[in-house]
């Protein structure tokens, strides 16, 4: 990496003040190679996030160290700390970190054992991670302190983009110990005030909750054609949108025009018809027409893309080809619930992916259900989280925003 | 792609750029062919617009989910942007430039069309989906084109013949570019807390994400810096763009990648 820089105008001996790309890379590399020792004597043990109140001590430290030093410290270090060619350094060493983990399979045994061990298959984790992160802190700090003052609007985007990105950093990863995330799943019709971690530890809620109704909106399923030998869906050339079956509709697939005469979102067989039904485990089916437009042949009969109740049911209209449906696509998962308060309060929300909610500090997502049973599950499974640090870190995004559009609005030449 | 003819869509976007060009190159200073060379290019833009609306009206969704309908955005940002700074920077050489690599990703989905359905799985069903991946694509439309103005700075330098006010071109659009790559970034950490409970998990697509972000920012702190350097912030530029590169779609085939909640649907 050096001798990317040998060109640089400012050569001088090494070690003398100011410091200058080499002891630079030398001291970044150097934490670099010690977090990997560190993590090797551990025998790939990992780092684990402080937690409250600790991660309060060490961030509130590193703020009042890095201000106080600035301010009534004048050694070079200081100036070091702050400047260009270290900024450059921490900037490479940290994204050569990051480079590692976009090759390496993260959380999972490697085959190589001295990757586990030096703590490449769990970096986030890792010592070399947790230094470098600090080394990252550090000279961010002193950059955003050198340039506290004058005040005006070049050095406020200036402090925006740093301290915002030094807030959501910091914020974020100290923050990361505090973080709770169980695990709930319930029955419908079911009260439950306990959750799991992630080592199965059973955990009491300051609230219940009470699982009124499951349920999975989908979109209308899709009708193909496909090869009886190999199973494959044949596109039409034209149209590589697969379509949808609709009652009433006529769909042109390759040599056959097909008439949808029946479609049934929900289901029952009986005597290889199907019937109308919204009992549960009801399946969609649809009765086919089609049509051979060369030879005018016609094939008609059910369809079903079948569940964990029902076969699927195919309609064979040469010895090469059949029409099926395939399962729908989920359009909305939901999950209606009565939360009861420890200040005896009921209330009624409806959960959704991408629509949390947040009660008495906790939030409550809706992670997953019975697959197999599909719409009919009667299991919900909720992520409850607890970030106690949100806010802190929803604030250093804000600055950043401001602090992006700010470099967009004026560039770098005006 | 579509159900009518999107060959024939492109093959008259690809006759009003040649035909645009053709005139912009000949006219020398008339400004009637000059006009006519212009309104044939923004024809062709306009096209592609066309064709992005009646997509998003066909398919009942945002058409930025296939990457197909992905390079389609980055063809029609490349080749507006291309054009803006043209009329901005009066460089001539940007339009065959930025129009033929957007004419390179229309031809790719003509090849090689994405199979597309209707459907929007729930945890795309976002407020944020939309802002997320538009400003992503505007910001990579940006960076490509700060790549074919590294490729030319090389050139120019070989033949020694390199000015600065290319590299500082470079900067002013690094620093528009870079504002929308953060936006995005923190756009989809917004999103991902609104998901799923985390703003940032090291997903595969995330950790490229980020080193694509460090290496621009290694440039702009690179160029503050140097101020008269030449050839690293050229490097920078060129590798930031693979590297680029690798994040958009080369994780695809990654084996460090095979769980992304990012990886593109066929």
Same mark, same amino acid.
């Given at each position: 990496?050096?001798?990317?820089?040998?060109?640089?105008?400012?050569?001088?001996?090494? +070690?003398?003040?100011?410091?200058?790309y080499?002891?630079?890379?030398?001291?970044?590399?150097?934490?670099?190679?010690?977090?990997?020792?560190?993590?090797?004597?551990?025998?790939?043990?990992?780092f684990? %996030?402080?937690? /409250?109140?600790?991660?309060?001590?060490?961030?509130?430290?590193?703020?009042?160290?890095?201000?106080?030093?600035?301010?009534?410290?004048?050694h070079?270090?200081?100036? +070091?700390?702050?400047?260009i060619?270290?900024a450059i350094?921490?900037?490479?060493?940290?994204t050569?970190?990051?480079?590692?983990?976009?090759?390496?399979?993260?959380?999972?045994?490697?085959?190589?054992?001295?990757?586990?061990?030096? #703590?490449?298959?769990?970096?986030?984790?890792? $010592?070399?991670?947790?230094?470098?992160?600090?080394?990252l802190?550090?000279?961010?700090?002193?950059?955003?302190?050198?340039?506290?003052?004058?005040?005006?609007?070049?050095?406020?985007?200036?402090?925006?983009?740093?301290?915002?990105?030094?807030?959501?950093?910091?914020?974020?990863?100290?923050?990361? #110990?505090?973080?709770?995330?169980?695990?709930?799943p319930?029955?419908?019709?079911?009260? *439950?005030?306990? &959750?799991?971690?992630?080592?199965?530890?059973?955990?009491?809620?300051?609230?219940?909750?009470?699982?009124?109704?499951? %349920?999975?909106?989908?979109?209308?399923?899709?009708?193909?054609?496909?090869?009886?030998? !190999?199973?494959?869906?044949?596109?039409?050339?034209?149209?590589?949108k697969?379509?949808e079956?609709?009652?009433?509709?006529?769909?042109?697939?390759? !040599?056959?025009?097909?008439?949808?005469?029946k479609?049934?979102?929900?289901?029952?067989?009986?005597? %290889?018809?199907?019937?109308?039904?919204?009992?549960?485990? &009801?399946?969609?089916?649809?009765?086919?027409?089609?049509?051979?437009?060369?030879t005018?042949?016609?094939?008609?009969? /059910?369809?079903?893309?079948?569940?964990?109740?029902?076969?699927?049911?195919?309609?064979?209209i040469?010895?090469?080809?059949?029409? #099926?449906?395939?399962?729908?696509?989920?359009?909305?998962?939901?999950?209606?619930?009565k939360?009861?308060?420890?200040?005896?309060?009921?209330?009624?929300?409806?959960?959704?992916?991408?629509?949390?909610?947040?009660?008495?500090?906790?939030?409550?997502?809706?992670? *997953?259900?019975?697959?197999?049973?599909?719409? +009919? %599950?009667?299991?919900?499974?909720?992520?409850?989280?607890?970030?106690?640090?949100y806010?802190?870190?929803?604030?250093?995004i804000?600055?950043?925003?401001?602090?992006?559009?700010?470099?967009? +609005?004026?560039?770098?030449?005006? | 792609?579509?159900?009518?003819?999107?060959?024939?869509?492109?093959?008259?976007?690809?006759s009003?750029?040649?035909?645009?060009?053709?005139? =912009?190159?000949?006219?020398? #200073?008339?400004?009637?062919?000059?006009?006519?060379g212009?309104?044939?290019?923004?024809?062709?833009?306009?096209?592609?617009v066309?064709?992005?609306?009646?997509?998003?009206?066909?398919?009942?969704?945002?058409?930025?989910?296939?990457l197909?309908?992905?390079?389609?955005?980055?063809?029609? $940002? =490349?080749?507006?942007?291309?054009?803006?700074?043209?009329f901005?920077?009066?460089?001539? /050489?940007?339009?065959?430039?930025?129009?033929?690599?957007?004419?390179?990703?229309?031809?790719?989905?003509?090849?090689?069309?994405?199979?597309?359905?209707?459907?929007?799985?729930?945890?795309?069903?976002?407020? /944020?989906?939309?802002?997320?991946?538009?400003?992503?694509i505007?910001?990579?439309?940006?960076?490509?084109i700060?790549?074919?103005?590294?490729?030319?700075?090389? $050139?120019?330098?070989?033949?020694?013949?390199?000015?600065?006010?290319?590299?500082?071109?470079?900067?002013?659009?690094?620093?528009?570019? $870079?504002?929308?790559?953060?936006?995005?970034?923190?756009?989809?950490?917004?999103?991902?807390?609104?998901?799923?409970?985390?703003?940032w998990?090291?997903?595969?697509?995330?950790?490229? &994400?980020f080193?694509?972000?460090?290496?621009y920012?290694?440039?702009?702190?690179?160029?503050?810096?140097?101020?008269?350097?030449?050839?690293i912030?050229?490097?920078?530029?060129?590798? *930031?763009?693979?590297?680029?590169?690798?994040?958009?779609?080369?994780?695809?085939?990654?084996?460090?990648?095979?769980?992304?909640?990012?990886?593109?649907?066929?």
């Amino acid at each position: 990496m050096n001798n990317l820089f040998k060109n640089s105008p400012l050569r001088k001996k090494t +070690w003398i003040f100011p410091w200058k790309y080499k002891e630079s890379f030398v001291i970044a590399f150097g934490l670099l190679l010690i977090g990997f020792l560190l993590e090797l004597f551990s025998n790939g043990g990992g780092f684990y %996030s402080p937690t /409250w109140p600790n991660n309060l001590i060490i961030l509130l430290s590193l703020v009042v160290y890095i201000i106080f030093t600035h301010f009534f410290v004048t050694h070079p270090l200081i100036k +070091w700390l702050g400047s260009i060619p270290a900024a450059i350094s921490a900037i490479i060493v940290f994204t050569t970190l990051i480079l590692l983990m976009g090759f390496i399979p993260q959380n999972k045994e490697n085959s190589i054992t001295i990757i586990n061990k030096i #703590g490449l298959n769990h970096i986030t984790q890792s $010592f070399p991670y947790v230094i470098i992160s600090f080394y990252l802190l550090i000279i961010l700090g002193y950059t955003i302190t050198k340039r506290l003052y004058p005040i005006n609007l070049k050095n406020f985007a200036f402090f925006m983009n740093h301290a915002g990105l030094w807030v959501v950093l910091a914020t974020g990863s100290l923050g990361a #110990g505090d973080i709770v995330r169980l695990i709930m799943p319930i029955q419908e019709k079911q009260t *439950s005030k306990y &959750a799991y971690d992630n080592n199965n530890k059973l955990f009491q809620l300051p609230f219940s909750i009470e699982l009124i109704d499951f %349920s999975i909106d989908e979109y209308p399923p899709n009708i193909i054609l496909a090869g009886i030998a !190999d199973g494959k869906i044949i596109a039409n050339k034209d149209k590589q949108k697969l379509p949808e079956i609709i009652q009433g509709k006529t769909i042109k697939m390759k !040599d056959w025009i097909v008439y949808i005469s029946k479609y049934y979102e929900m289901s029952y067989i009986s005597d %290889s018809s199907y019937y109308f039904s919204s009992d549960s485990g &009801a399946v969609p089916s649809a009765y086919i027409i089609a049509t051979n437009v060369f030879t005018n042949q016609i094939k008609e009969g /059910w369809i079903s893309c079948g569940n964990y109740k029902f076969q699927k049911n195919y309609l064979i209209i040469d010895n090469k080809v059949f029409i #099926g449906m395939l399962e729908p696509p989920a359009k909305k998962f939901s999950s209606k619930i009565k939360i009861y308060t420890s200040d005896k309060i009921e209330k009624i929300y409806t959960i959704e992916v991408n629509k949390p909610i947040r009660v008495e500090g906790w939030e409550i997502y809706q992670s *997953s259900y019975d697959s197999a049973m599909g719409r +009919w %599950s009667t299991i919900s499974v909720f992520e409850i989280v607890k970030d106690s640090w949100y806010k802190a870190v929803y604030f250093g995004i804000v600055m950043l925003l401001i602090g992006s559009i700010m470099l967009f +609005w004026h560039g770098k030449y005006r | 792609m579509n159900i009518f003819s999107f060959s024939l869509i492109v093959y008259c976007i690809f006759s009003f750029w040649v035909l645009g060009l053709l005139m =912009l190159f000949i006219s020398k #200073g008339n400004a009637t062919l000059k006009n006519i060379g212009l309104i044939s290019i923004i024809g062709g833009i306009s096209l592609i617009v066309f064709n992005i609306i009646y997509l998003w009206i066909y398919l009942n969704r945002p058409p930025i989910r296939t990457l197909g309908e992905t390079r389609l955005w980055y063809s029609f $940002f =490349l080749s507006t942007i291309g054009l803006i700074i043209y009329f901005r920077w009066k460089y001539i /050489w940007i339009l065959p430039l930025s129009l033929s690599f957007a004419g390179l990703f229309l031809l790719l989905d003509l090849v090689k069309p994405a199979i597309f359905d209707q459907t929007l799985m729930p945890a795309l069903q976002s407020p /944020w989906f939309i802002p997320h991946v538009i400003v992503y694509i505007i910001a990579y439309a940006l960076l490509g084109i700060t790549m074919l103005i590294s490729i030319k700075g090389v $050139f120019l330098l070989y033949k020694g013949k390199f000015n600065n006010d290319l590299l500082m071109m470079c900067d002013n659009i690094v620093y528009i570019a $870079f504002s929308f790559l953060t936006m995005g970034l923190l756009f989809g950490a917004l999103w991902a807390k609104n998901a799923w409970g985390s703003y940032w998990t090291w997903d595969p697509k995330e950790t490229w &994400a980020f080193i694509t972000w460090m290496s621009y920012l290694l440039y702009i702190h690179y160029r503050n810096y140097h101020k008269t350097a030449v050839k690293i912030p050229l490097f920078i530029l060129s590798l *930031s763009f693979i590297i680029l590169l690798l994040c958009w779609f080369g994780i695809n085939y990654m084996a460090a990648a095979q769980n992304s909640v990012h990886v593109y649907s066929n």
